[in-house]
């Protein structure tokens, strides 16, 4: 078999998941009259430079700039950054987080990792009073793939078992055991190998589009007394039928996105208790105030085992993430889960710790709650004058709006939705797609009113002008 054949029996691209299409003809073309000479050379020499991978190379521009909820080219294009990996919740360059780091770097830049330093204790110390129930033990590391590693090191450790059960078409990082537990086939591709044993996987929630059957009424919201929530009854029967499941882990709030129907976290956590199975929650792009509450787990008044965070938790500066559970898994001492070099960065801790007040004295989380409520609402009516949508969802800050040919059969609408992201960009939008179909807008915390306005009133002119042309029906 040569280098470029495919497998047989393997799909010659995978499914699209969580992120958009970067070789498509809408990008080539966006890319033709979008990208000046100085930038195409940019972009050939970061082609020229770094392994090739789906999502990021050929990369969509080159930024030079990013400051507040703005993001700017090398062109000097300006975009309103609703996408930001999820890290910007205080805004790109906040600059009381600049400035905390650069007296910390002066104070003390590094800490040998056989050496505890204040800044690392207070920022365990912090998300132990922050998170939910009574989670209060804590390790971190550099990244939300590496610290969902150690999370499922611990539940092993723990249980004295290894399998796991997570949801197709989830995301959880890029390391061998992240990939394990995702559902992504961008990570999970015939080219990488065998993964780690006794990772099972089941449908996840997404009522709108319930994977097990099972209708919703005209505002996507399902019926509980016909569904009886089936999709949480498989995790429970998974769960009975395995036996032996170290840990559940999910996002309990999906960021593609999907939210779960209501009881869907009760019934798990009832299902992993009875069966000695650890809930690891991911919120490493929810966590931290998105969901317009500090964790999106709050809203379900579910408490996991372990919950993972990262992301945010740099200020959309420095890179850092955290692992924090129950103190009664504290159980493997005499061995290393992370141990990284990194771990206790006074510089990356003091980062954290910041953004976490930052967000806390700006009462930045009411802002989500308050202004994503009102995003979700006026959808809602451009809802009803545009059949191009046929859904809508979110909570705070996590918006999705969902793009169908034709709302009875639910046809996905991916050429539109793909023409709608480009058209944005040109008006100074920028989001992603998920899933094909579904625009995905994750903006910063510290977005206004009048701000997330300005971007909705981007989506209709270009949802508008789409349906004039005919693209939904394609």
Not at 114 to 130: G, N, S
Not at 159 to 165: A, E, Q, V
Not at 327 to 340: I, N, Q, R, S
Not at 377 to 386: C, I, V
Request: glycine share 10%; net charge negative; charged share 20%.
């Amino acid at each position: 078999m040569s280098s470029g054949d495919k497998p047989r029996g393997q799909p010659q691209s995978p499914l699209q998941s969580e992120s958009d299409v970067n070789l498509s003809a809408r990008r080539a073309e966006w890319s033709a009259r979008s990208v000046n000479a100085e930038t195409r050379d940019l972009l050939q020499r970061d082609a020229d430079a770094f392994l090739h991978q789906s999502v990021s190379t050929p990369c969509l521009s080159a930024i030079k700039k990013a400051e507040g909820i703005w993001i700017e080219d090398v062109a000097g294009r300006r975009y309103m950054d609703f996408h930001g990996n999820n890290v910007h919740h205080i805004g790109y360059g906040h600059p009381r987080l600049k400035a905390a780091i650069a007296a910390q770097i002066e104070a003390l830049p590094f800490a040998p990792r056989r050496f505890t330093c204040e800044p690392a204790v207070d920022l365990a110390e912090k998300l132990a009073q922050i998170a939910p129930g009574n989670l209060a033990k804590v390790l971190f590391a550099t990244g939300g793939s590496d610290a969902v590693e150690i999370a499922l090191k611990l539940a092993r450790a723990k249980t004295g078992r290894f399998k796991t059960l997570s949801f197709w078409d989830a995301f959880h990082g890029a390391g061998f055991g992240a990939s394990s537990v995702g559902g992504e086939q961008l990570f999970r591709g015939p080219a990488i190998g065998p993964l780690l044993p006794g990772a099972e996987h089941v449908a996840p929630f997404a009522c709108y589009r319930c994977p097990y059957g099972y209708p919703v009424d005209a505002d996507g919201k399902p019926d509980l007394g016909t569904c009886h929530l089936a999709c949480a009854n498989m995790v429970s029967y998974v769960l009975q039928r395995e036996g032996d499941v170290a840990a559940v882990i999910a996002e309990p709030a999906r960021a593609v996105p999907y939210l779960p129907p209501p009881g869907f976290w009760q019934q798990v956590r009832e299902a992993c208790d009875a069966h000695g199975t650890l809930l690891i929650f991911d919120e490493i792009p929810t966590g931290l105030g998105k969901t317009g509450r500090m964790f999106a787990c709050d809203h379900d008044g579910v408490v996991p085992d372990i919950l993972v965070m990262g992301k945010a938790l740099g200020g959309g500066i420095l890179p850092i993430a955290a692992v924090i559970c129950r103190p009664e898994l504290d159980v493997a001492g005499d061995y290393a889960l992370g141990h990284y070099t990194h771990e206790k960065n006074p510089v990356l801790a003091r980062a954290a710790l910041t953004t976490i007040e930052i967000i806390e004295d700006e009462d930045l989380i009411a802002n989500a709650a308050t202004v994503g409520a009102y995003a979700i609402e006026r959808l809602e009516n451009m809802k009803t004058n545009h059949p191009l949508i046929g859904d809508v969802r979110g909570r705070g800050f996590l918006i999705g709006i969902e793009l169908v040919s034709d709302r009875e059969t639910k046809a996905p609408a991916n050429g539109a939705a793909e023409a709608v992201l480009y058209r944005a960009l040109d008006e100074g939008l920028s989001f992603k797609t998920t899933m094909g179909n579904v625009l995905t807008l994750t903006p910063p915390l510290i977005t206004t009113r009048d701000q997330m306005d300005r971007a909705l009133d981007i989506i209709e002119k270009c949802i508008n002008e789409i349906e004039i042309a005919g693209l939904g029906r394609e």
